[in-house]
């Protein structure tokens, strides 16, 4: 981290809300998806169901959470959302049905949908543009640091407490969270903002209006987009995969996600000291290095144990660290190109299509999975990103001219 963001105490605490939310949602995914993949045996269709209403609404109410986190203070929106995600996860440990989980996975993609661009927002308040590559670098360092230490974790606290404790601890790290954040200020900029009188029906095409007259945000989305439909072909399915190791699917499923995790870290590290040169070169090399090892998972499944569980650790490496290389640069980009004013509507119409995409990979992937196999729908997507990355990395100066692109970044500088 740069030594003068060691110094903006309201970014440590921001920073220190988001390690305890984000370490209690890994210890969470691995449970559930033991609870719906293997103690309830769902279907490939079903499980997919279940990550849809982890993201559905946020496509529906996106837009709407972004124009709310640029009106209202932003720090009361994160603080609320946070206390309404505890009371759901205890309710997650109360159903008896999967219907019941359902709805309640619902409301949780609800109250985060309007706490991420509330945060991205905040982030703009308090980090200059200067130290903001640094910013977000730390954040997904933490963020992918707790990857690795929540599966972990999680394995101990199900063996000790049984799958429930996961949920417990998860629900106790959003009151943390919440605790945290009363320790970030309201600003100026944010008092002055929430007194705006535009028209509320106005706004919801803000965002999208923004984004459309910057090219390199619009066609960095797209890409972007394209890079998680894909991914969540695949990634939807893991547990359907490996199935195909019945005995090891819990361990595999810990290793995958904790590797790519460290990779993510490996990102994170680079790019929180390295400049971004190109960002659509960024974007479709990590397409590539993300597509190889997908693909290769589906021809690795049947190898023996031992070779399986250290070749699918090389690969979710390379696949996390891959990612990590799309994720942070756009990032990046976006809160650059966007005035504070302006990041709620921008990061909420980017999270309806992000969310869009991931929504379209997940039903993508539940269908060819059912009919065609796991291990078709891994090959498939591989091909599928590897493809992209390609194609962009072909065209990147057609799609976006890189001497203006570098020459905007030293303006902003």
Known sequence: MNRKLLKNRPYLFLLSAQTVSNLGD?????????L????????????SAAFLCLTVPSIVCGTLSGIIADRIDRKT??????????????GVILSSHLWEVYLL????????????????????????????????????????????AGPALSGIVVAVLGVHGSFYLESASFLLSAVLIIGV?????NQQRITEKTAFSKQFSEGFDFLSKKRVLYVGLLVFALI???????????IVLLREVPDHAIHLLGYIMASSGAGMIAASIILNK???????????????GMGIPMGLYGLFIHFPVFWVTLLFILLSLIAGFSFGMAFIPFNVMVQRQTPESMTGRVFGTINSVATMAVVVGMIGGGMISQFAGAIRDFIFSGAALVMIGAIVYANRKALKNEKKEAGQRAAQA
Do not use: C, H
């Not at 929106?77 to 009371?87: F, P």
């Not at 439909?229 to 939807?236: A, H, N, T, Y």
């Not at 390295?274 to 397409?287: M, V």
């Open 26 to 34: 890994w210890l969470n995914l691995i449970a559930l998806s033991a």
């Open 36 to 47: 719906i993949g293997l103690k309830w045996q769902a279907s490939p269709l079903a499980i």
């Open 77 to 90: 929106l994160m603080i609320l959302t946070d206390l309404l995600r505890a009371a759901v996860v205890i």
């Open 105 to 148: 996975l619902g409301f949780k993609s609800l109250f985060s949908s309007l706490f991420t661009p509330a945060k991205e927002g905040k982030l703009k308040e308090i980090v200059p543009d200067e130290f903001m590559q640094s910013a977000v670098a730390t954040s997904q360092l933490v963020n992918n640091s707790t990857k690795i």
């Open 185 to 189: 200020p309201v600003t100026k900029g």
């Open 228 to 238: 998680l439909l894909f991914e969540q072909v695949s990634d939807s399915q893991f």
């Open 274 to 288: 390295k400049e971004i040169r190109s960002y659509l070169q960024a974007l479709s090399l990590s397409a590539i």
